[in-house]
């Protein structure tokens, strides 16, 4: 099905990127272009077929754990489910199901954080990594802490101790990131580019997912592997490229509409100087530079024994699924710009 969906991700043809351009330069409303940031990235689009049943679940898991306290009606429009099948195009039904509640529990979670004070976070982190420590037999009446409970006990059931241990890391490395988010926030000040962008591969909890990859081909890379400077680079440019990403697509819906400050375009205007559509260009500039970073990193890779060889390239395929499927998920996704797929122009609402 979206095997031959990569080709039609090269979207920008050149009589509508020109009337774009006029009706921007003409002035009909607030807008920025979009950079090129397609065609840039080739590395192929498929998704899991298991995606409608897994998804469909996974919502309905969700719905069950939080109806009576929440409103969930944007998670069906958002697609997280997709983006997950999309990203991880291999993985089992079981493996599938647990990354896909991780997602959606994160989204759920990234929001109670950003609503409280670093001392709150705080509190919520111990709650949320305690009941991930021993999801089984930790009890708590914390909402956060019982859906962490839930697909928790599943992930540990489906990996070893040592890939676990691995992964509560980057997830506390995620909730510190959040954090430090909230903290630059009640300090009412904005953080340079190198802040920023330190900030951000923790708060965007993009490590965490890219780690899944293992998660999902069902091995494990020794610890000198996984943590080899090669690899960890290969790690940081696909982690960049997808939070940049996000970036560039959620600027209206969480810069304008919300006032989180937290993204790359309004960092740059406030720190450069930039216009909006400079801004734009820039963060641009920096999706691309990851592919090329990406490109220039898998050339020297080291080899290992062949099984580690193996599970290494799935490793990086995995990455390059991460880069695809996001870039497609995020044009497509009902969450951001959705019906602008199509189009360089993003007009902002006045």
Known sequence: MLENLAPSLHIFESSRVFWNWLKYSLGFGPSFIIPDIISHCTYPVHLNPHHEEQSQASLQWLVASLAKTENLSQYPKAK????????????????????????????????????????????LEEHCMAAMRDPVHYRTDVPEAILTKSWCSRLEQ????????????????????????????????????EEYMAIRLHSSGVIGSLTLAEFCGGYYLPDHVYHHPIIRSLRLAAGEH????????????????????????????????????????????????????????????????????????????????????????AFTSGRYLGAIKDMRVVKLRQ
Request: a negative charge; glycine letters at 4%; proline letters at 1%.
């Open 242 to 329: 997808v939070f940049l990403v996000n970036d560039l697509v959620s600027y209206e819906k969480e810069v304008l509409a919300r006032g989180d400050h937290h993204n790359l375009i309004s960092v740059a205007m406030k720190t450069k100087g930039f216009s909006l559509q400079e801004a734009v260009d820039f963060v641009g500039k920096k999706i691309n530079d990851c592919i090329d970073r990406f490109e220039r990193d898998r050339k020297m890779v080291p080899l290992w024994d062949s099984e580690t060889d193996r599970n290494v390239a799935d490793l990086i395929a995995g990455y390059e699924y991460w880069m695809s499927g996001h870039l497609h998920w």
């Open 158 to 193: 489906a990996s070893s101790t040592a890939f676990k241990d691995r992964f509560m890391q980057t997830f506390l490395e995620y909730l510190q990131g959040v954090r430090n988010q909230v903290e630059v926030r009640a300090q009412d000040r904005i953080a340079d580019i």
């Open 80 to 123: 997280l489910g997709q983006l997950i099948s999309l990203v991880h195009p291999n993985a089992d039904a079981l493996r599938l199901r647990i990354c896909i509640d991780y997602m959606n529990y994160v989204f759920w979670l990234d929001d109670k954080l950003e609503d409280l004070d670093v001392e709150g976070n705080r509190r």
